[in-house]
């Protein structure tokens, strides 16, 4: 796995064309619309997993609550496409802004907060925003959902095929993916990650580690504001339940597993957790057993993921058994 890293890493640019194109013939070779649905599936949740990503895996805060911020996205456009009438792609930003703005409202009470206890705060809010929706019969319709979603309108093209909506969430990722790593290269990016490493050291240096903080929490619900958005129309019904901490946990583990800190892990992580809900979908409840088995064996074996780097601090069990050994040959 590290050999495939350090490849990846030497011929970056390559890799991304090739995909990029693979993503642009997919729905043009996959002619039956179930497989293109799953795809569809896949490219939401890679989106959604990388909004935590930024959160958990480059400032090293503990958000369980993305669900909650998904929530909001994807109720703010069923209810401003039906009930209001606007377009789609005005309330897609809209959508993002709206999430962003409860993520700062989030992460204000919670910066001295860190590990479990931050956590528990954000599992909390995720609970509380799906409860809001549940009981806010007038804007949500309540128990009941809204239903009939509007689909996107483009030039007149009504975007209600997988094989259109498939396009829908590739640009978005791709978005997501040009803008993230432009952050993450930019000063803001590299005081998050100084955060990550040491939260001290970097207060020490210069950084304002309470607004860093804030505006990472309000980039990635951003993200999942704007994926939730999309998905309301694809689905064309969401109620409350869809939003629970289940979906919460998953959005973890696709983070988990594919890597933390790393740009292109939440997308294998999202491929391998969708792929495996779809196949274990027969086991009912008991695949979350599974994806609790599979998170605890990565942590134990992999805690930096499958295409995390083996330096990464997020390996750090490992990185001090290692300066342990030196320690030992050197006395």
Known sequence: MEAIRQYYEKYKLAVYLILFLI???????????????????????????????????????????????????????????????????????????LAAAVGLLVSLPTLKLSGIYLSIVTLGASEIIRIIAQTWTPVTGGALGIKQIPYPNLFGLELFRPKYYYFIFLAIGILFLF??????????????????????????????TSRCKCTNFMY???????????????????ESS?????????????????????????????AIVTVLTETLRFLENWRYVIYAIIIILMMWVRPQGLLGASDSILAGGKIRRKQDRQEGKRK
């Open 23 to 97: 993503s642009v013939i997919v729905p043009f070779a996959v002619e039956q619309a179930l497989i293109l649905r799953y795809i569809c599936t896949i490219m939401m949740y890679a989106t959604l997993a990388g909004s935590l990503n930024v959160i958990n895996g480059y400032s090293g805060q503990t958000c369980l609550g993305q669900a909650g911020f998904f929530c909001i996205g994807a109720y703010t456009c069923a209810a401003l496409t039906k009930n209001v009438g606007l377009s789609f792609w005005i309330v897609l930003p809209l959508a993002g802004i």
């Open 220 to 238: 990635g619900a951003f993200w999942a504001g704007i994926i939730g958005a999309a998905y309301a129309p694809f689905v064309n019904y969401i």
């Open 179 to 208: 803008v993230t790593g432009r952050v993450l290269r930019s000063r803001v990016g590299r005081a998050w990650m100084a955060i990550r490493e040491d939260q001290v050291a970097a207060k020490s240096l210069g950084v304002e």
């Open 242 to 270: 869809q939003f629970t901490t289940d979906t919460g946990f998953n959005v973890l583990a696709m983070v988990v597993i594919g890597g933390q800190g790393t740009l292109l892990g939440p997308i294998l992580g999202a």
